[in-house]
């Protein structure tokens, strides 16, 4: 069974870096495509980034392109997301998700399998 658990979260300022780290199950990491998503209060669940199967292939959602890097550690059956330049608008609970396939998707609902989310706060 897939367990995905994120951490890392909390108050940052304006400008600020952050590093969220999603520790899975065992061959979760190896075996599935991986993405990282937000959503903030009264707003969708909004893709962040992702990262194939093999780590080869990797895409960013417009709001965070040059200012996130998602990356797996298969050694450690971990996911992490280091985004910079902070500002209040990434304030959001982050999810960790993974799908069975090769390469990852924009669209939430093609991840079967979701985190619990961990809470990211930027303040102005």
């Known amino acids: 069974q897939v367990q995905l658990v994120e951490s890392g979260g909390g108050l940052v300022q304006a400008g600020d870096s952050l590093r969220l780290t999603c520790a899975a199950s065992?061959?979760?990491?190896?075996?599935?495509?991986m993405g990282w998503f937000r959503q903030a209060p009264g707003q969708e669940r909004e893709f962040v980034a992702g990262?194939?199967?093999?780590?080869?292939?990797?895409y960013y959602g417009d709001l965070v392109k040059g200012r996130a890097t998602i990356s797996k550690d298969k050694a450690k059956n971990t996911l992490d997301l280091q985004l910079n330049s902070l500002n209040p608008e990434d304030t959001a609970v982050y999810y960790c998700?993974?799908?069975?396939?090769?390469?990852?998707?924009?669209?939430?609902?093609?991840?079967?399998?979701w985190g619990q989310g961990t809470q990211v706060t930027v303040s102005s």
């Open positions: 998700a993974a799908r069975v396939s090769t390469v990852p998707s924009q669209k939430a609902s093609e991840y079967a399998y």
């Open positions: 065992a061959r979760t990491v190896s075996h599935t495509a």
């Open positions: 990262i194939g199967w093999s780590s080869d292939y990797q």
